[in-house]
């Protein structure tokens, strides 16, 4: 199937600084499907993606022959099933499937969650964010040792489901180190996962999506004054 | 394998009134898969809960063949892709998957949350709780019509994965209308609903599990109480 879609076919509405975008479009590209990029303006949203996530009005959606597909989990799954002469996103094994699925929802539920404000975050509430988040990421050490069984990604030889879902995250975990001065990654407490985080960030299906952090920075400060100067916190 | 399964390899740690809980039990009924019911006490966690969902600590787990699985929606997908004999659970169109799934997810994320404080909350932040488990309701009538094709369920003939995860919520819902003194199903603005529930709970796969509404209001003042004691809120 993957051969035979046109860029026409599938769009991804989205924006670049947008884990959740991000996951849509490895997907995609571990299936080899090419698609049109309409990127919202952060801050604005455009009547395609009202009309086509009327419950939530969030990125990212996928429209695939004119058919909305929104929540980024959702979308890779349905990418995973659609197109599934390619590489299986998901593991095979209902087990690991399983697995796959439970720190999935765990990066999305509590790890970034806890990330997310610790930017902007001071004093006790910012050690206890930087708390949580470092036992997260002690966990997905441990769960990436199992999954991974000494190979590069938690999907083993190539990248998979939890691979996508975590590895998303990268860039704003990266840009969060920086504008929190924070050490969240470490070698000594999460060595698979700074390995991990590399391997990652080099393969072919996600090269040029994680975006650099400096340019996170400054995307998450220019939001943060206007965001000021609009009177919202 | 439905048939090939001892009680003994498959068991659930869970306790009567979590409609997370009712999912699993719903899932594995669809299947004809027997299992051990082991109920936890409210208030404590049993050591066996403990080591299988050491992340959460959170009830549903499904323990199959000694392996432990936690969280509701990915215990009844694991339930269906390993009995994958049994009638399916999830639709087998990857675009009706997705919508089943986006809206689990809506149930989860937005339904729930707002429902459950309603039972103890007063004037304008019950009324705007309402309000939102109201919205979600007629959201989810839409999709009800959408999905169901005029048949009796989301996943349309029989009861699948929507239905599952929705339909755990019915005793809580009802409850909720009780102890709230509001109106949440009804027959004027969420007619399709109001009929899906009646055969959602008469189902075979249903049938005992939804507690009857007086023994989830007695339950929820039960806690209610203990919390007001304990000095929670």
């Keep these: 199937m993957a051969n035979t879609s046109s860029t026409h076919d599938v769009k991804v509405l989205g924006a670049w600084p947008s884990p959740f975008v991000i996951r849509a479009r490895i997907a995609l590209n571990i299936k080899s499907v090419e698609y049109e990029f309409l990127a919202e303006t952060p801050g604005s949203k455009s009547q395609l993606l009202l009309q086509s996530n009327p419950v939530h009005k969030k990125i990212p959606v996928l429209i695939h022959r004119g058919k909305p597909i929104a929540e980024s989990l959702v979308i890779v799954q349905y990418i ?27 990066v999305d539920d509590k790890f970034f969650p806890s990330l997310r404000p610790i930017k902007s975050a001071q004093g006790e509430e910012k050690a206890a964010l930087v708390k949580q988040v470092n036992e997260g990421l002690v966990l997905l050490e441990e769960a990436f040792q199992k999954s991974s069984k000494g190979k590069a990604f938690f999907g083993g030889d190539r990248i998979g489901y939890l691979d996508v879902a975590f590895g998303s995250m990268l860039g704003w975990l990266r840009a969060t180190e920086k504008m929190g001065e924070v050490k969240l ?49």
Excluded: H, N
């Design 80 to 106: 995973d099933e659609v197109w599934s002469s390619g590489p299986s996103i998901l593991p095979s094994d209902p087990y690991d499937r399983a697995i796959a699925r439970f720190w999935a929802a765990y």
């Design 185 to 233: 990654l470490d070698e000594a407490k999460t060595p698979g996962l700074v390995q991990w985080a590399e391997s990652f960030c080099a393969d072919g299906a996600v090269k040029g999506l994680i975006p650099d952090t400096e340019k996170i920075v400054e995307f998450a400060k220019l939001i943060a004054a206007r965001m000021k100067g609009s009177g919202s916190s």
